[in-house]
């Protein structure tokens, strides 16, 4: 039964992040999963997997509708918790990553209602069918047909129409990060979409802007006054994966401070998303310290 769970374990990570847009979450959820397992019998499981997935699933979809309350008394916006991805071997990477796991795609799945979203995630995501999806949330087929077909309409809607190459969003994350480090305006103008905007989530625990800033001007001189403000001596900003793209991990005397996303459409950013709040960076730092401790 363990090894069962163990072998299986990157595919539950997999799909509670997925579902919740939380690396805390989603382990927290494995965790339960586990206990439940812990306690079935060998006998009473004639299939180990979808039995594993479904109690995911119905751990997630009462998180969600958990989270769904809580944030209607959220500080500020409120964004998916990043997770940091790259070279080693986590419980992310065990499954293969992919549009469905971008952050641009976790922001639309948030669009989406607790049994969209899962539906979508467990069919267009893992492959799943309808008759499989059904048994796992206690819902009749046609219901299920019902709520994909919803929920990939929101998502057409709403995903990127023309795909940036991972070369081009490096180049053009790393010359952000230049500009806002020149402290000129006019090269970070050059960067950016006229109708950018850019998102802040501080959870009310750090400085952040409670509304999104919104214009490529406005964007633009707010970026440079943030930056203007930190310690060049301690304050570092390096570029590395995040949910499988490019982004910025901020550091503040070694300690991560926050993440930086991205949305591009050609060669212009069209949105940036700050994650500050500390509660969401604890994915990030343990992977760090994990990536460190390999390194070492």
Known sequence: MTDVFTDHRGLLFSVAYRMTGSVADAEDIVQDAWLRWSSVEPDEVRAPVPYLVKTVTNLALNEMTSARARRETYVGPWLPEPLLTGSSP??????EMAESVSYAMLVVLETLTPLERAVFVLGDVF???HVEIAEMI???????RQLAHRARQ????????????????LELVGRFRDACAGGELAPLMELLAPD????????????????????????????????????ARSVSIDIVTVNGEPALLASVGGQ?????????????ITGIRFVLNPDKLNGLRARQAGDDDDRR
Request: aromatic share 6%.
């Open 154 to 169: 929101h998502v057409q809607a709403r995903r990127p129409r023309f795909p940036v190459p991972p070369s081009a969003r």
């Open 127 to 129: 492959g799943y069918g």
């Open 138 to 144: 206690n819902r009749e087929p046609a219901a299920v």
């Open 90 to 95: 986590d419980v992310a990477e065990e499954v």
């Open 256 to 268: 991560v401070a926050g993440s930086v996303q991205f949305d591009i459409e050609g060669d212009r």
């Open 196 to 231: 950018v905007t850019v998102w802040s989530d501080g959870g009310g625990k750090v400085t952040a802007a409670r509304r999104p800033v919104i214009g490529a001007d406005n964007v633009g001189r707010w970026l440079l006054g943030v930056v203007g403000k930190l310690d």
